[in-house]
T-cell receptor, first 113, second 113 residues
Framework: NAGVTQTPKFQVLKTGQSMTLQCAQD?????MSWYRQDPGMGLRLIHY???????DQGEVPNGYNVSRSTTEDFPLRLLSAAPSQTSVYFC????????????FGSGTRLTVV | RKEVEQDPGPFNVPEGATVAFNCTYS??????FFWYRQDCRKEPKLLMS???SGNEDGRFTAQLNRASQYISLLIRDSKLSDSATYLC??????????????FGTGTKLQVIP
């Protein structure tokens, strides 16, 4: 049981480049989400999804797009990378209510230069 | 006032000591509560859920006080391996019936030999 798989683990982008962070889960979780974690600011929600075809914005959605075509996959796309998007990104999944907690992927460390 | 507040620490304690963390939350409609552990440069991992009656898992005890809107985590007989950041997580249902998850910024624990 792999849980939540994130790729890549590390990435360096130039300002203006675009890229997609991949996230896949094999627990049949309906709820999936993307967070960024910056020093002193904790985890901030970027986008989330409550099922295939349904996505919504979180606290800091600007500059990011998501899609959910299957239950398993929830990719995060950076449209035009900016230095302010340098961060650690985590994907997480849970049941729809989240009452059993959340499983996180191992994270992507992104640097935008 | 932040939705979820934690003392950032660091808490520096000797091996074998007992240490307690508190976390306050602002929304009285919050429904489920968790403590997560995050090691340096790793993803958060579920440590334990927090139930109204209080619950224990080995050396760890979690308690919930709904009247005062705080949760606590007690660690007895601290080990070096307990050194980590402990995140408080609060979950409530939003107007659509889906979860709204809020993470605290974490309390850093350093257990000293």
């Amino acid at each position: 049981n792999a849980g939540v798989t994130q790729t890549p683990k590390f990435q360096v982008l130039k300002t203006g480049q675009s890229m997609t962070l991949q996230c896949a889960q094999d627990m049949n979780h309906e709820y999936m989400s993307w967070y960024r974690q910056d020093p002193g600011m904790g985890l901030r929600l970027i986008h989330y999804s409550v099922g295939a075809g349904i996505t919504d914005q979180g606290e800091v959605p600007n500059g990011y797009n998501v899609s959910r075509s299957t239950t398993e996959d929830f990719p995060l796309r950076l449209l035009s990378a900016a230095p302010s998007q340098t961060s650690v990104y985590f994907c997480a999944s849970s049941s729809l209510t989240g009452e059993d907690g959340y499983t996180f992927g191992s994270g992507t460390r992104l640097t935008v230069v | 006032r932040k939705e979820v507040e934690q003392d950032p620490g660091p808490f520096n304690v000797p091996e074998g000591a007992t240490v307690a963390f508190n976390c306050t939350y602002s929304n009285s409609a919050s429904q489920s509560f968790f403590w997560y552990r995050q090691d340096c440069r790793k993803e958060p991992k579920l440590l334990m859920s927090v139930y109204s009656s209080g619950n224990e898992d080995g050396r760890f005890t979690a308690q919930l006080n709904r009247a005062s809107q705080y949760i606590s985590l007690l660690i007895r007989d601290s080990k070096l391996s307990d050194s980590a950041t402990y995140l408080c997580v609060v979950n409530q249902a939003n107007s659509g019936g889906y979860q709204k998850v809020t993470f605290g910024t974490g309390t850093k624990l350093q257990v000293i030999p």
